[in-house]
């Protein structure tokens, strides 16, 4: 099977869907016309092209893993998202919605942030098409990412604390959500994952397929072929969403990595927040549980709503890594690479080394969806 | 078939009077029950009873305050309805919840638990009209009315397709935003509320915004009544007690039918 796109509704098979007040369907409508039509056009395709490109850095390199895959037994490739401009995957799919928010005439940007990696890429692309900007971030989130905090402000965008509920990433999101309810007719919501109401969990997957398409082509390159498995974190699941699509229709097996204490697959019970239909951590009453992570861009209780599809349906498997492993494969790829992966991006290698076993002689591409400087201080009060 | 909430509101039109339904948080304090029952006596058409959501993208700092205190002190949707169901309150009762709550304790069975007891209507604002299938089904069947919003920034062709889906009464939202006080009725409160009469012969009641009598009485020179949410709840918030609480609703009613 592959990525395809949603139904008009915007399902993928029972899941997605646009669940949002009623003040914000005609403003994700006139997206989704918006998004169709610019990605219909050469012109559009090409400016933004030219961004990731000239500005962004693109393509980010495939590096094979020598010294990692010697201690693992398994051939590791990474697909560098970390250098890219700004730090991680997120630049991609926010040059896509602010290219996308001018051309809508749009004056204002609305964001919100778990570890701040989206938060300084959408201020960074405000920066640069001159718009405004307000971020949203969980007040937890912003006293352990007080140097993203500063790069935002440095870029020239507001930061609000979101100071309700568990204070993190999932609060963030219904603040910037309720802030859009009053700003909707000049601001554009630069949603961060693949989730949300439709369009945003296709059209930030199709932002971020460059990520796929690139690697499968240097695979080819590499290895002669496609590798055994894919992995990436997952936390609503955009740099997953983005490397998956290059492969959906391969044969390698799709791995998420999910944090242990924000497994919305694994629990794979249903529910509604946050504009779509998908898995959820909740309790028997539908009040939704707070996810508890090292990582706070992964500390999230939902999943986007094409994960949900993807695991109902067997395509991918979703695995919890917990933050200990994490941890250790966060010191792991510093040490035999001298590469120092985000924290998230952490998740992943912390599967693949848990399971080196059966993964013995096999080839596997990890994206390494951000790099690490946001972590180091948070990393130097865990280790000492 | 017209529901008991729907007949309420067109009785105090077809009277020359304007509707008042208040917005209570549900589990709120220990006296939230009494407080809904002393609110009737004080002059409300109908009622709205919150049922608290922990993610509440619709409301404002003040109802989420409520929820959060609601959901510490262990209210549960089903601990809430048993309460109203076991009371007798006197005018119909519409519960305002989020999509999750119903969805998690299954569509049909959301629906029958809300008829058994005794509540005419539901809101659910984060169910647009494009997701209202499973949900509009089971209702329908339960005899639940199902109230629908209509927004500001409704294209023209959409309003009379909400207002066609809407039971009970139309819930024209005043304004851009999330609930909550605010100084001034906003423009855009009779200007949604025109829109919406000129389709629809329904109620049609602004919510969002009216804070005060004098808003109510300036947006009922468009419409046929008003909601009033967040400054009732700042009332259970404070601690006023079920008397504090129908004293502000004795204000709205008075302004009201001045």
């Known amino acids: 099977m592959s990525m395809t796109n949603p139904s008009d509704g ?60 010697e201690e693992l037994g398994c051939q590791v490739l990474l697909k560098r998202e970390d250098l890219n401009h700004t730090g991680s995957h997120k630049i991609n799919n926010v040059l896509g919605q602010a290219l996308l928010a001018k051309r809508m005439g749009k004056t204002s940007l609305v964001a919100e942030t778990g570890a701040g990696q989206h938060g300084v890429a959408t201020a960074t692309a405000a920066a640069l098409f001159d718009m405004d900007c307000v971020v949203y971030m969980g007040s937890v989130d912003i006293d352990r990412q007080e140097l993203n905090v500063f790069r935002m402000k440095l870029l020239g965008t507001e930061v609000r604390a979101a100071e309700s509920g568990s204070r993190t990433l999932k609060d963030a999101v ?11 007719e000049s601001t554009h919501y630069c949603l961060g994952s693949v989730m949300g109401p439709h369009p945003y969990p296709w059209m930030v997957r199709e932002f971020h397929r460059v990520i796929g398409d690139e690697a499968r082509e240097q695979c080819q390159r590499l290895l002669g072929g496609d590798p055994d498995v894919i992995v990436a974190c997952v936390g609503g699941g955009s ?26 697959v694994g ?18 009453w539908g009040q939704v549980l707070e996810a508890q992570s090292i990582s706070a861009g992964l500390d999230y209780p939902g999943i986007g709503p094409e994960h949900a599809h993807l695991a109902a349906t067997g395509r991918a498997r979703y695995e919890p890594v917990t933050d200990a492993e994490v941890v250790e494969a966060f010191k792991l790829l510093s040490r035999t690479e001298g590469i120092i992966p985000a924290l998230e991006s952490a998740h992943g290698l912390a599967w693949i080394s848990r399971e080196r076993e059966q993964l013995a002689g096999k080839t596997v591409l990890l994206n390494l969806s951000g790099r690490g400087d946001k972590d180091v201080a948070q990393m130097m009060d865990i280790l000492g | 078939m017209t529901g008991a909430l729907e007949t309420a509101l067109r009785t105090r039109r077809e009277a020359g009077g304007k509707s008042l339904v208040p917005y209570l948080t549900g589990g709120l304090g220990d006296d939230w029950l009494e407080t809904i029952q002393a609110v009737a006596d004080a002059g409300a058409d109908a009622i709205e009873i919150g049922v608290p959501f922990s993610d509440p993208v619709m409301d404002g700092p003040v109802i989420q305050l409520a929820n959060d205190k609601a959901l510490a002190s262990g209210a549960t949707p089903l601990s809430i309805l048993d309460r109203v169901r076991r009371a007798d309150i006197g005018v119909p009762t519409a519960v305002m919840t989020y999509g999750n709550i119903a969805y998690r304790m299954g569509w049909e069975r959301f629906a029958n638990t809300l008829a058994d007891g005794g509540v005419s209507g539901c809101i659910l604002p984060d169910i647009p009209l494009e997701e209202t299938g499973e949900w509009v089904d089971a209702a329908d069947a339960a005899g639940v009315e199902t109230v629908m919003l209509a927004a500001p920034t409704a294209p023209d062709d959409r309003l009379p397709l909400i207002c066609e889906r809407s039971r009970g009464f139309v819930y024209a939202v005043g304004l851009l935003g999330i609930t909550g006080v605010r100084a001034e009725l906003a ?14 012969d329904k109620p049609v009641l602004v919510g969002v915004g009216i804070g005060t009598p004098e808003q109510a009485v300036q947006a009922c020179e468009v419409t046929d009544g008003v909601v009033v949410g967040s400054a009732i709840v700042q009332r259970m918030l404070d601690g006023t007690g079920p008397e504090g609480v129908a004293a502000l609703v004795s204000e709205f009613r008075a302004a009201l039918d001045g």
């Open chain 1, 10 to 69: 915007g399902r993928f098979g029972e899941f997605g869907g646009i669940y949002v007040p009623e003040t914000l369907v005609p403003a994700c409508q006139e997206l989704d016309i918006a998004f169709r039509e610019a990605w219909a056009d050469p012109d559009f395709r090409a400016e933004l092209h030219r961004l990731l490109t000239d500005y962004a850095g693109r393509p980010s390199p495939v590096t094979v893993c020598d010294n990692l895959s």
């Open chain 1, 174 to 184: 219904n603040e910037a959500m309720r802030h859009w309810v009053a700003v909707v």
């Open chain 1, 239 to 264: 740099n997953a969403a983005g490397i998956f699509s290059g492969f959906a229709d391969s044969d390698a097996e799709l791995i998420g990595a999910e944090p242990a204490g924000g497994a919305a």
């Open chain 1, 267 to 284: 629990r794979a019970v249903p529910g509604i927040v946050h504009g779509s239909f998908s898995y959820l951590m909740q309790d028997e």
């Open chain 2, 187 to 200: 423009d855009s409160a009779k200007v949604i509320a025109g829109r919406v009469k000129a389709v629809t």
